[in-house]
């Protein structure tokens, strides 16, 4: 159902880049309308429809993408948590891009919102604005309009149920299609197909049919969605124009949302490892608050993709890549140290190798004695230049020890810790001492330790757990028992044998 929008410039606040620049923070258009503007109370709210939506799916491979509807959330609800409740909890999710179709304006191409971040009642919502950018600089089919996200709903009412179900720091790529062109729509998937992959997720916003009575809206909706679950883009706009062209009384349309499920479509048409899955369907006449002849229809599906990298995701460097990533590590401390600049690393020479993206943690030790150790377990950065960010940080921003001073320089050794994908585990004889490094989350407490720390200190399994929950992720010594524990491997090297 739709409600009336008020738009005013308080959907702008400003705030700040990190350099200083000014942000614009996209502010809530529909809190207190389609969904309630007091924290605790959408808590609730939500907590309800996760408890009551379907349950997730056995899966064998990588929900990679989620159609959700994104009505007033008493009609709308159940379903779009039916949508979220097939991802994992706490899953780590590289990248996560959110499509949903103008309601308000046609423009040519899609927009994206670059200019700062997504805030709602439940905190902000970080945007991946270098990212955002480097899209709208390198692909002519996006751009950025202010009037495309200021008064647009659709992708605003996805953001609580993404916040409530990841419990986690998040960053998104908001995109709003205002084209009617398919041509157009293959474009936008052509330039994010490279992103469209396991460790990904891509969030499609739509309701189904609009306004026909309740025995039109539900076989209508079987029919659209039936299409779309074939991954057949021809088949989904046949179907459309048949529908639309059947004359059934008050069907304005048949998906409100059809130019982000065709992109949907387009990025998996070919892809045999992409498998579509409907999860739940209800339309607003399933609610006291419905008129059964009057209804708009939500569907909840899913695609899967099996993950060809996931049995094996090996790390292996050679004695030069090794030698280069340490090399760097140190010019850029001492560069920093002594004289506050980070040294520009030829890049010409690099192996493809380094300039993948991989997490890592930089450590430094003083005879023999930890000096300082930060990492980062993802990053969009070419490992070269997460080393750079992580070997600065080490030595001059770990809170436990005092930078380090030029003095220093001479006395320091650097190791390099490069970071498998995480993966949760759902029981600790999963972890391997001495091979696996492990990460706790409960609720907003993390912590984190390299594998080498047990083997270091000679801890069994238990005390390993127990010294991370207590003196990392500060949950007490047995709070590991019932937070969520990931396991990875790392592949260490350093400059002392």
Known sequence: MVFPIVVTFSQIKPDKHQDGSSLENRMPVVAGQFYPNNPAQLRSELAYYFATAKPAKEKTATTIAILSPHAGYVFSGAVAASSYNQLPENIYYEKIFLLGTSHRIYFEGASIYNRGHYVTPLGTVKVDIPLATKLIEDFNCFTFRPDAHYAEHSLEVQLPFLQYKLKQNIEIIPIIIGTQSPQMCRKIAEALQPWFKPGNLFIISTDFSHYPKYSDAVRIDRITAESILSNSPEKFLETIRKNENQGIKNLSTCICGWTSALTLLYLTENNPDCTYYPIDYKNSGDTKYGDKSRVVGYHSII??????????????????????????????????ISKQKVPEPGTEDLTLNLKKPNGVFVTIYKKGKLRGCVGQFRSTQPLYKLIQDMAISSSTRDHRFSPVTEEELDQLDIEI???????????????????????????SYSGTFLPKVAVDNGWNKEEFLGHCARDKARIGWDGWKDADIYIYEAYVFGEKK
């Open 303 to 336: 695609v899967t993709m099996k993950d060809p990298d996931k049995k094996t995701t090996e790390l292996n460097f050679s004695n030069e890549e090794k030698q280069t990533l340490l090399k760097i590590a140190r010019n850029t401390i001492v560069k920093y």
């Open 417 to 443: 810790s490069v970071l498998s994908q995480m993966k949760k585990i759902e029981s600790i004889d999963e972890i391997d001492l001495g091979k696996h490094g492990i990460y706790i989350v409960k609720g």
